[in-house]
Structure formats: structure tokens, C-alpha cells
């Protein structure tokens, strides 16, 4: 209804919104992939089958194999022992550093790239104290299984963060889930051909601690036998190594006292250092790498965070709407309150109504109520909405024309214009049923409700769409509006049905046009003036929902940014007393959380789960998505109950969860970037059909 100044709608914003949600997707890929399986474990993936032939001079000969020559590896001479260490850096390589440097041993640790990202400091203590370091890939991942382009990248990007945590690089590398150069594969060596540049050290002697199984054990296996030199592999990463931090000291100590001597790799088979200096521009690279990887995993934590939060607040949530809904169901309903029957009259604004207005004014006279005058306020129709109620030509009905000025200004005209003391403002497309005004104004009778808030039903429930907002409709009334009676904090009696005294609109100023959502500031302003507002919920009335996703979303881009409007508009009474305190630092802060903050952060759920379905084998997320689903129907399938409706709608809850939420939650978005811009919407008149087939009158 009427007409408002308006400037186009921001658009700038889902640009935005888009590039934040491209940036998050690609960040929580990274962390996908970076975040696997990061260390040894039973479930190691075997090299695939290949016709390729391994040269016997590989299989045969020593650990540390150069791939651009068939020829036998290097071997450890007697009486030398090169220490290794697996899929670090981790807090364990901390200690195990510290174990080296108490007694004084060098050794070599094959780090995976986005470890090294989240703990570069312990690569460069490994370069400062005389380590080597060698390329683990960038995910741990069986190189063998994979194309050449990413074999190159996880190469490639694994010295890149080398290159940033210390200043070099390295030529150095042992394959994830390798061994004894005995058990090369025919996909392994041709992986193998392809890391040009690189000294490939598998070990001699592999203790396997991954599989803890005991320091005396791990000690053992990592024994030469007599003076045999050997390169020996531990881990230092991929789980906990308290057994490893252990048995590494007392085979140090045991290998001492036989006359080893520990070298890094390079040193026992004496080639040049492992270490090069890494350019310029590797470096930067390399911090950019790091960067990344950082921030992905931040993303990552900040997600499980939220997801948590959000999910634990939705739990507390229900839990709240569920047990106020029961308090308010089981309060008595005085005998007063049901004697109360004072003469009303009926204000109806109209603007292009002409579909819907004679069965609107037609259940308003068919009221089962005594004394009871209709005042159809004309707003400029365009159609023949006038003619319509002239038409009807039934008793007690009036028709008052003005040019159009906008829902408030209607209902002002009305308000002035009405006879009696108690008013009660219905839309042009409501549909009362015969006991609802006798319902709705009973609670007047105590005298301090100032207002009443009517059980609005959807009455085109056909079709999808239909049955989505008939179960958001029985809900927000019949826990919702619950909750609110019951705390004293109602924000919203809706513009389809509603009670109020003649005193109590004059004491607010009658119906403000400063917001789009004039019932809710309207409530709100009762609340602050010291008012009760109540939920009655037999008073029932039949509306016309939306019939397209387009005329829907205009619905709620005008009821979000005309709530938010209202709440900023009354944010004082966060710190006033009384009634009015009790909508400010309890109705207020319910909205903000609930129909602000958390579709805001909605996005956040759909993306961790995508995330979680992806890339996590746990089924965890699966399950906290039906418990929050199990939830909704929990607290759906009360307030059916609370509202004696049908529970064959339900079945349509769970798809609600892909289509119809998020569309919800963008209307807050667009809605919040509405009210950042300072943007001055105009009314949006919805298309009517007169669609009413699931009323019952």
C-alpha cells in the first residue's frame, strides 16, 4: 500500500557476498586436502598396479636411490647410523629437537608442506642446529596414485614452505608411506623417474612406531644388527609419540656405547648438503603458501566454532520455545475474560483488494459478536476494490475512500473515523472465522492488556511453497508468540488480526508510517508504554500467503528490514524499566539473535556441512544435522498439536532445510545491506488471487 520515496536496491553487497563465499570454498578445499590423513596409519593406501618394470639394481641395493640413474642406492657404511623422522613437524618434534641436542646428534626429518606451514619455527630450529630436511609431500598422499601435475605441486609446494620457514631448499624426499627400497612398486619407481633433482632415502631399518607398540619394541627395531650402518625410520607426526621421544633416547644412548656415529643422510653416504640456498622469490612464494594454508585452517576452526555454537543455540532455543509453549497452553483463561464483550469496530485498509475484500468483509459480518461496526478504508485502489464493498451493500459496513497514503494512513482514517472504544485492524485479505472476534477481544477484559495479538493461519497451503509457510506460520504463532505472552515481551500483533483499545493507540500516537513493518513498531511502542500484549489463540484468521518465490521474498525483504527498522527505532528500552524493559533486554535481544544473527551466520551451517560431507569420514556432521532435524519436527509437531492442525505437512520439514531456508536467510542479508545503505523501500503490494481453499469459512 502506498507510496514510499525510493532509491534502487543495493546490489553491491552479493558481489561481495559471492567473492566471500568463492574465497571461504576455496579455502575450505585447501584445507580439505591439506587436512587428510597426516601420518602413517594401518589404512595406508597401496600403490596402484603398473606394468612398469623396477630395475633389480633398485630393488637390490641401498636406501638412498638417485631416480635419474638406474644403479644401485647408496648404502650407510658400518658403523654409522643416519636417523629419519616422518610426517612432522609437530609439538613432538619439539622434544625429539631437544632429545638431539642433549646428546649432541644430528639427524634428518622429512617434513609434510602444511605442517610445515602451521610450525615453520621448528624447520628453522632443524637448519639452525644442524639437521637436514627432506621433502614428505605437501598432504601426505601415496605419490604413486596420483598425476604428474600434482606429484609436481605437492613437490613443489613443499619446498616452497621450506624455502619460507628457513631461507633454503632441499634435495631430499621420501615417499609417504615407503619403506625398504625392496618394496618399490612398478607405480612407485615411475613416480619415482619423475622427481628429477631429488635423492629419494627409503631406510634400512623401520620400526614402524606409528603403531606404538612400546619403547623397548621401537628400540629394538631400530637396532643395527652388529656393525651394520643403517638409516633408520621414526616418525616425529600423524599421532601421538611420546613412545618414540622415549625409545629415541635410550637407542642413542644404547648406539653410543657400541661406537656409532649418527650423521644427517647426506653426511653418512658423503654427498653435498641437502640444503640450498632457496631465491627471492621462492621465499615469497613460500610465505604466501604458508599464508594460505593459515588461513585456511583458520577458516576451518572458525567454522567447527560456530557450527557448534549455532547448533547448540538452536537446542537451547527450542528447548526454550517448547516449555514456555506448555506454560502458556496451561494457563487458565479467566471467566471474566470470556464475558467480555464491549462494542468493537473493524478497521480494514484497503488498497487493490478486490479479489479477496468480500470474503473479508463477509466473515467480519458474519462474526458470531453482538456489536460490531467494519470500516473499509479505500487507499487509492487502482482496481474496483470500492465497488466491490459498495456492492455487498451489508448493514454495519462503512466505506471511506482517501488518496492513497499508505497502510498507517488507512488505518489512522479508520481509527478516526470508529465509533467505539475497542478497534480491532484486520488486511483486506483476512478472513475471520465466526468465534475469532469474541477470542480476540476477551483478553481485553483484564485492563492491563493494551493489545491482542490473533492466530493467523495460511489459507493457500496447496503446493509446496503453501505447506513451507503453513508450518512457518503455526510455529512462530503457536511457540513463538507463546514465548513472547509468557515473558511479557511481545513485539509483533500482525497487521491480520489484531486487538487494541482506543486509549492505547492514542497514548503511542496511532500507527507510525517510520518503518515498512508498522505492526511491529506499532507493538512495540504499546509494550513501551507500560501496555500488556497478549497471544490469543483461538482467535483464528485465514490469510493468503505468497504464491511465488518472487512475490514471497518481497514479503520478507519488507517484514526483515521493517523489523529492523523497529528494533533500531526502539532500542531504548534496552535500558528503561518495566514493561518496557522487558521488550527491550528480552524481546529485542530474541530478534536480534534469532532473526538477525543467526540467519546472518546461516551460510555457516551450509558450509561446514558441505565441508564436513566432502571431506571428513566421520559421520559426526551427519549427525548433528538430523538431531537439529529431529528437532524441527519436534517442535513442529507440537505447536500442530497446540494448534489442532493436520501433521501431514510435516513431511515436506526436511526439504524446507535446502530451498526455503535459504532463501529466508538471503532476505536478511539483502535486508541488513538494505539497512546499512540507508535505503527507503516502498510498500510492495503483493499479487492477489483470492486463494483462500484451505479456510473454513
Given at each position: 500500500?502506498?507510496?514510499?520515496?525510493?532509491?534502487?536496491?543495493?546490489?553491491?553487497?552479493?558481489?561481495?557476498?559471492?567473492?566471500?563465499?568463492?574465497?571461504?570454498?576455496?579455502?575450505?578445499?585447501?584445507?580439505?586436502?591439506?587436512?587428510?590423513?597426516?601420518?602413517?596409519?594401518?589404512?595406508?593406501?597401496?600403490?596402484?598396479?603398473?606394468?612398469?618394470?623396477?630395475?633389480?639394481?633398485?630393488?637390490?641395493?641401498?636406501?638412498?636411490?638417485?631416480?635419474?640413474?638406474?644403479?644401485?642406492?647408496?648404502?650407510?657404511?658400518?658403523?654409522?647410523?643416519?636417523?629419519?623422522?616422518?610426517?612432522?613437524?609437530?609439538?613432538?618434534?619439539?622434544?625429539?629437537?631437544?632429545?638431539?641436542?642433549?646428546?649432541?646428534?644430528?639427524?634428518?626429518?622429512?617434513?609434510?608442506?602444511?605442517?610445515?606451514?602451521?610450525?615453520?619455527?621448528?624447520?628453522?630450529?632443524?637448519?639452525?642446529?644442524?639437521?637436514?630436511?627432506?621433502?614428505?609431500?605437501?598432504?601426505?598422499?601415496?605419490?604413486?596414485?596420483?598425476?604428474?601435475?600434482?606429484?609436481?605441486?605437492?613437490?613443489?609446494?613443499?619446498?616452497?614452505?621450506?624455502?619460507?620457514?628457513?631461507?633454503?631448499?632441499?634435495?631430499?624426499?621420501?615417499?609417504?608411506f615407503s619403506s625398504r627400497a625392496e618394496a618399490v612398486t612398478g607405480s612407485d619407481w615411475r613416480s619415482l623417474q619423475r622427481m628429477t633433482g631429488y635423492r629419494v632415502v627409503y631406510t634400512d631399518l623401520d620400526t614402524e612406531d606409528w603403531r606404538k607398540p612400546g619403547v623397548g619394541d621401537i628400540v629394538r627395531d631400530g637396532t643395527p644388527a652388529g656393525n651394520d650402518g643403517a638409516v633408520v625410520m621414526l616418525h616425529d607426526g600423524g599421532g601421538n609419540r611420546s613412545e618414540t621421544v622415549a625409545a629415541l633416547e635410550r637407542l642413542i644412548v644404547t648406539l653410543q656405547a657400541r661406537g656409532y656415529v649418527f650423521d644427517t643422510v647426506s653426511e653418512a653416504v658423503q654427498v653435498p648438503s641437502a640444503w640450498h640456498r632457496a631465491s627471492r622469490a621462492e621465499e615469497i612464494r613460500g610465505i604466501l603458501t604458508i599464508g594460505v594454508v593459515r588461513m585456511s585452517n583458520a577458516v576451518v576452526d572458525l567454522l567447527r566454532v560456530a557450527f557448534l555454537g549455532l547448533a547448540v543455540l538452536a537446542a537451547l532455543r527450542t528447548l526454550l520455545l517448547l516449555l514456555l509453549a506448555r506454560r502458556h497452553a496451561r494457563q487458565p483463561t479467566s471467566a471474566a475474560g470470556e464475558e467480555y464483550l464491549p462494542p468493537v469496530s473493524v478497521v480494514v485498509p484497503a488498497y487493490n483488494e478486490e479479489l479477496g475484500i468480500a470474503a473479508a468483509v463477509k466473515s467480519l459480518v458474519a462474526s458470531d459478536y453482538p456489536e460490531l461496526e467494519v470500516l473499509v478504508v479505500d487507499d487509492g485502489s487502482t482496481d474496483g476494490t470500492a465497488a466491490v464493498v459498495e456492492a455487498l451493500n451489508l448493514p454495519g459496513v462503512r466505506l471511506i475512500r482517501q488518496e492513497n497514503g499508505g497502510k498507517p494512513s488507512a488505518l489512522n482514517t479508520g481509527v478516526a473515523a470508529a465509533r467505539h472504544d475497542v478497534l480491532v485492524l484486520v488486511d483486506g485479505d483476512t478472513v475471520f472465522e465466526p468465534d475469532a472476534m469474541r477470542a480476540l477481544v476477551a483478553p481485553l477484559a483484564d485492563p492491563r492488556v493494551g493489545a491482542v495479538s490473533g492466530n493467523t493461519k495460511v489459507g493457500n497451503r496447496r503446493g509446496l511453497l503453501g505447506r513451507w509457510q503453513h508450518i512457518e506460520y503455526v510455529i512462530g504463532f503457536n511457540l513463538d508468540r507463546r514465548?513472547?505472552?509468557?515473558?511479557?515481551?511481545?513485539?509483533?500483533?500482525?497487521?491480520?488480526?489484531?486487538?487494541?483499545?482506543?486509549?492505547?493507540?492514542?497514548?503511542?500516537?496511532?500507527?507510525?508510517?517510520?518503518?515498512?513493518?508498522?505492526?511491529?513498531?506499532?507493538?512495540?511502542?504499546?509494550?513501551?508504554?507500560?501496555?500488556?500484549?497478549?497471544?490469543?489463540?483461538?482467535?483464528?484468521?485465514?490469510t493468503e500467503a505468497p504464491a511465488s518465490l518472487g512475490q514471497l521474498w518481497r514479503q520478507r525483504y519488507r517484514w526483515c528490514y521493517g523489523t529492523m527498522q523497529a528494533m533500531w527505532k526502539h532500542r531504548r528500552a534496552v535500558v528503561e524499566r518495566g514493561a518496557s524493559g522487558k521488550l527491550g533486554r528480552r524481546g529485542l535481544p530474541y530478534l536480534l539473535a534469532f532473526q538477525v544473527l543467526l540467519p546472518l551466520l546461516a551460510p555457516v551451517i551450509d558450509v561446514a556441512a558441505l565441508y564436513a560431507i566432502v571431506f571428513l569420514p566421520s559421520p559426526t556432521i551427519a549427525y548433528v544435522w538430523l538431531g537439529f532435524l529431529a528437532l524441527q519436527y519436534v517442535a513442529a509437531g507440537y505447536a500442530f498439536v497446540l494448534d489442532r492442525e493436520r501433521l501431514g505437512p510435516l513431511w515436506s520439514l526436511v526439504l524446507q532445510q535446502f530451498v526455503y531456508r535459504q532463501l529466508m536467510y538471503l532476505v536478511v542479508i539483502q535486508s541488513a545491506a538494505s539497512a546499512l545503505y540507508g535505503i527507503r523501500l516502498r510498500w510492495q503490494k503483493l499479487r492477489r488471487t483470492g486463494d483462500l481453499e484451505s479456510a473454513p469459512v
Open positions: 500500500m502506498g507510496s514510499r520515496v525510493e532509491r534502487r536496491e543495493p546490489r553491491a553487497h552479493w558481489v561481495l557476498f559471492g567473492l566471500l563465499l568463492v574465497l571461504v570454498l576455496v579455502l575450505l578445499v585447501v584445507a580439505g586436502f591439506t587436512g587428510g590423513q597426516l601420518g602413517e596409519s594401518q589404512h595406508a593406501p597401496e600403490s596402484e598396479p603398473s606394468s612398469v618394470r623396477v630395475p633389480d639394481a633398485i630393488l637390490d641395493g641401498g636406501p638412498i636411490v638417485d631416480p635419474s640413474r638406474v644403479e644401485a642406492g647408496l648404502r650407510v657404511p658400518a658403523g654409522h647410523v643416519a636417523l629419519t623422522f616422518d610426517d612432522g613437524p609437530t609439538t613432538w618434534t619439539a622434544q625429539i629437537l631437544d632429545v638431539l641436542d642433549r646428546y649432541d646428534v644430528k639427524a634428518t626429518f622429512f617434513v609434510i608442506g602444511s605442517m610445515v606451514a602451521e610450525r615453520p619455527e621448528l624447520v628453522r630450529r632443524m637448519r639452525d642446529e644442524g639437521h637436514e630436511v627432506g621433502v614428505h609431500s605437501f598432504t601426505h598422499v601415496n605419490l604413486a596414485n596420483i598425476a604428474p601435475w600434482r606429484l609436481r605441486l605437492e613437490l613443489d609446494q613443499t619446498q616452497l614452505a621450506i624455502a619460507a620457514a628457513s631461507g633454503h631448499t632441499t634435495d631430499l624426499v621420501r615417499p609417504p514465548m513472547f505472552d509468557v515473558l511479557q515481551c511481545m513485539p509483533t500483533v500482525p497487521g491480520a488480526i489484531g486487538a487494541f483499545r482506543r486509549e492505547v493507540l492514542d497514548q503511542v500516537g496511532g500507527v507510525s508510517d517510520d518503518t515498512l513493518a508498522e505492526d511491529t513498531d506499532l507493538t512495540m511502542a504499546i509494550c513501551r508504554g507500560g501496555w500488556r500484549v497478549v497471544y490469543a489463540p483461538e482467535a483464528r484468521a485465514w
